[in-house]
């Protein structure tokens, strides 16, 4: 099986283009799937000529970064700063700007944005920009450019929140398929919530934690697979557009998929992970169930780890005693400031986390306290599965499972068992949430 997306325009979608009428053009919340129909239009002369409304910034930045050189529609310019863009206005060097229905607005308010000159109007996903509350901001520009031709781009022209909206902006308009989801969802995936400029970096988190033999990352931009030549070195790792027929242990997804994508994807492998923005959740849920987060481990959270490990080192020496020297270098200290800045102080020089020299760590374990038990049909496996693959905490760090009527305990060792009661709380065990924290009996 073989994907590949070609959105059809046939003869009432093309006249509808070239006529300057209304168009609605169903598709993924995506900026890759929403290129094919920005890169139909052509503004014939220089300023600002076309305007996309998208629902976020972050939106707004992921449709201009798949539009590439955008061809007709450069200058293209996604608003990141009202500042400079209110100034690239001024000056006519945008053809085409992206950003939010309250920013747009803006712009026009201070007469930077002339909505009358506009040949092109696109409004991206306007049910979520309604969902944002954004419905009267979106009113007002579609009033103001009335010479503008109407295009829309929606995840489902069926959906009764855009009824009244589409009737007064684009009545009886023809609508174009891209792309549509499923009546019901069609089989399980994970995701992580990441944004577009780091997923390169979790793609090579998730090959780390997951560590299959065999992977794919499918991005549906070409001009993006630059981003993962160092994952592609490894032969294991294919990077494509086309998911082709070659099973492999793991799928990444680098974009929110469409319905034939994703199944494409789960045809090929054995597990499916999706990187996504926030906003794009809601179109996934309707692709994918059972859908469960897979977390990934941030710099804050290594961060937090490497502070766990110094404050166990500290205990480790304190309880080994024979402080004397220690005590007497730094009594005079004591008098000046408070001992907890003179402790602060120590650990901020380099190679200040109190090592405790030639003596080995010993593998103290710690016991947490899960809220799900034996009535809930939780089995010793569940958990230690939820802890390695949701948590990515290492199995030999994971001790005795406990499983009680109403609860589970289970051993963790000590620097790892605040990471692992953070990702267990609000983890699913057997269709039942928990939360975690450590025994305090």
Request: with cysteine; net charge neutral; proline share 7%.
């Amino acid at each position: 099986m073989t994907w590949e997306f070609a959105p059809s325009f046939d003869a009432a979608h093309r006249a509808a283009l070239e006529s300057g009428k209304p168009l609605v053009y169903v598709c993924p919340l995506a900026g890759w799937a929403l290129a094919p129909l920005l890169g139909r239009l052509a503004p014939d002369e220089a300023g600002l000529r076309v305007l996309v409304l998208a629902p976020e910034p972050s939106v707004a930045a992921d449709v201009a970064a798949c539009l590439g050189d955008a061809g007709a529609l450069a200058p293209l310019h996604a608003l990141t700063g009202a500042t400079r863009t209110e100034r690239l206005l001024r000056r006519s060097a945008v053809r085409t700007l992206v950003c939010t229905p309250g920013d747009a607005l803006e712009l026009a308010r201070r007469a930077a944005l002339k909505l009358a000159d506009l040949r092109y109007l696109v409004v991206a996903w306007p049910e979520a920009i309604l969902a944002l509350g954004d419905g009267p901001a979106l009113d007002t520009l579609l009033a103001e450019a009335h010479g503008a031709q109407r295009l829309v781009a929606t995840t489902d022209d069926g959906d009764p929140v855009l009824g009244d909206f589409l009737t007064r902006h684009a009545h009886r308009a023809p609508v174009a398929v891209a792309a549509r989801a499923p009546a019901a969802p069609f089989g399980p995936a994970r995701y992580v919530v990441v944004d577009e400029t780091r997923r390169a970096a979790v793609a090579r988190a998730l090959l780390d934690h997951l560590d299959p033999d065999r992977a794919l990352i499918w991005d549906p931009v070409p001009a993006r697979h630059p981003r993962y030549a160092a994952l592609a070195r490894d032969t294991a790792v294919r990077v494509t557009s086309d998911p082709g027929t070659e099973p492999v242990a793991l799928a990444v997804a680098a974009d929110l998929p469409s319905a034939e994508a994703l199944a494409a994807l789960r045809s090929v492998a054995r597990e499916v992970v999706v990187l996504i923005q926030a906003s794009q959740l809601h179109y996934l849920r309707r692709l994918a169930q059972p859908l469960r987060p897979l977390r990934v481990a941030s710099e804050a959270d290594r961060a937090y780890d490497r502070a766990f490990a110094a404050r166990r080192r500290v205990r480790e020496r304190l309880a080994q005693g024979n402080l004397d020297a220690g005590l007497l270098t730094l009594a005079p200290l004591f008098d000046e400031f408070d001992p907890a800045l003179v402790a602060a102080a120590l650990l901020s020089l380099p190679g200040g986390e109190a090592p405790v020299s030639g003596v080995e760590a010993p593998a103290v374990q710690v016991r947490l306290f899960v809220t799900a038990g034996r009535q809930d049909g939780v089995r010793p496996s569940d958990i230690v599965g939820a802890l390695v693959n949701g948590v990515g905490i290492a199995k030999e760090a994971i001790g005795r499972v406990d499983i009680r009527d109403k609860f589970a305990l289970v051993e963790v060792r000590a620097d790892e068992a605040d990471r692992a009661a953070r990702g267990l709380n609000g983890s699913m065990l057997r269709g039942r949430r928990v939360s975690a924290r450590p025994d305090r009996r």
